[in-house]
């Protein structure tokens, strides 16, 4: 397994554009995580999958925000009508139920620059 | 309000000297967990620490749990210009807490 991988690592869109991203975690692990940070500041949560499940969707940062895992596998997060504000690095991660011990394993993330 | 806040912001040193940063809430937490990211890359964990007290010690990093588990301390003993990047604090969870960062560069 080569860890958790996401494209593309860089975006460039115009404003007004959607976009949408695509994550691979390690395919041990069964919960799934998407998060924004912007430079020099910690990640904030966006929203998790268990499996399938999309477990918490309440701190997506708005209704253009949306995100799936149809099989339990890999994830897409999509921004629809992409404004300068979107623009930040989007990071996924994954790890096994037990977060607490295991840690999460993170991905290099895909920098986002709206235009 | 950030749940976690970690002090200084941003620090730069010269190689060979020894640093700590912080990692501060009003809440209680379980457990702690430290990450280390390079630029452009994501997070790395460092280190969990889960009971009050506890030190954990990873070749030069010493890490801190703080008595009542409600903070917490990463010392860096004489750092290396390998060092540089964000440290970070999070709380592993459901939602997952990550601190609002310390900056760390280490000059040559």
Redo the contacts between chains.
């Keep these: 397994d080569t860890g958790?991988s996401q494209n593309p690592r860089h975006k460039i869109t115009k404003r007004g554009q959607n976009v949408t991203f695509r994550c691979d975690p390690i395919s041990e692990h069964n919960r799934l995580?998407w998060?924004r940070q912007t430079l020099?500041?910690?990640?904030?949560?966006l929203t998790?999958f268990q499996n399938e499940a999309q477990?918490?969707k309440s701190?997506l940062l708005s209704d253009r925000f949306s995100a799936e895992r149809p099989k339990g596998s890999f994830s897409t997060l999509e921004i629809q009508r992409t404004e300068q504000g979107d623009s930040a690095m989007y990071?996924c991660?994954s790890s096994f139920e037990a977060?607490?011990?295991y840690?999460?394993?993170?991905?290099?993330?895909t920098?986002l620059t709206v235009v | 309000t950030q749940l976690l806040e970690q002090s200084p912001q941003f620090l730069s040193i010269q190689e060979g000297e020894n640093l700590t940063v912080y990692c501060n809430s009003s809440s209680v937490f379980s457990s702690l967990q430290w990450y280390r990211q390079e630029p452009g890359e994501g997070p790395v964990l460092l280190v969990t620490v889960v009971t009050g007290g506890e030190v954990k010690k990873l070749k030069r990093l010493t890490f801190q749990f703080g008595d009542a588990r409600k903070d917490s301390s990463l010392h860096i003993t004489a750092a290396q210009p390998g060092d540089t990047g964000l440290y970070l604090c999070a709380l592993p969870g459901n939602q997952f807490y990550f601190g609002t960062g310390t900056s760390l560069t280490v000059i040559p």
């Design positions: 958790v995580y998060y020099g500041q910690g990640p904030e949560f998790y477990l918490e701190r990071l991660a977060p607490f011990i840690g999460y394993t993170f991905g290099s993330g920098r």
